[in-house]
């Protein structure tokens, strides 16, 4: 266990339906790091996860939409989940969220299907992104240029594919936020 984010503050923004692995490991990986992390929803109570299609398990959410803002934060993970993705991406609070961080160039780090709430913020334009390939004309389409990579690096936007890309994924946001803690 390291201390290298001690400090750091970070929301997962998540909802029903969220592929499981792309919540848990990133947030393990971050409070393995020392960092304080929030999962933050529309409603109180637990969130439902997926392993692919099927029930995996549920989680505690920390807090709601309605009682936190993006400056309370450091950075902010999107889990992907088809569902999940789906449905946040229609939630002004959401899409306030994003925009908010964006604008402060907080790290946002988004995996699979998470990439559709940056879609609907609208902070693709311009942006070299990853995403699970099914959304990449949606990211065309909102003026991003979408690769078939890993995990990609643009500027404060940290984006994957899939949950094989988790380990890439992980060390490339805890890398950002150890050397923006550092600066």
Request: charged share 25%.
């Amino acid at each position: 266990m390291s201390n290298t984010l001690n400090g750091c503050k970070i929301a997962v923004l998540a909802m029903d339906g969220f592929e499981q692995a792309e919540l848990i490991e990133p947030k393990r990986a971050l409070a393995d790091a020392g960092a304080t992390v929030h999962v933050i929803s529309s409603k109180p109570g637990k969130i439902q996860g997926f392993k692919h299609v099927d029930k995996g398990d549920t989680v505690d959410v920390d807090t709601t939409f309605d009682r936190v803002t993006a400056s309370d934060y450091d950075a902010v993970v999107l889990p992907g989940g088809v569902v999940n993705g789906d449905a946040i991406r229609l939630l002004p609070q959401a899409q306030a969220f994003v925009k908010a961080a964006d604008s402060a160039k907080k790290p946002i780090a988004v995996i699979c299907h998470g990439a559709w709430l940056p879609v609907s913020a609208g902070i693709i334009k311009g942006r070299t992104v990853t995403s699970w390939p099914s959304l990449q004309d949606d990211i065309r389409n909102a003026g991003g240029t979408w690769i078939d990579q890993e995990v990609v690096e643009d500027g404060n936007l940290i984006t994957s594919r899939k949950p094989d890309d988790l380990p890439a994924f992980n060390r490339t946001l805890i890398a950002q936020l150890s050397k923006r803690k550092a600066a």
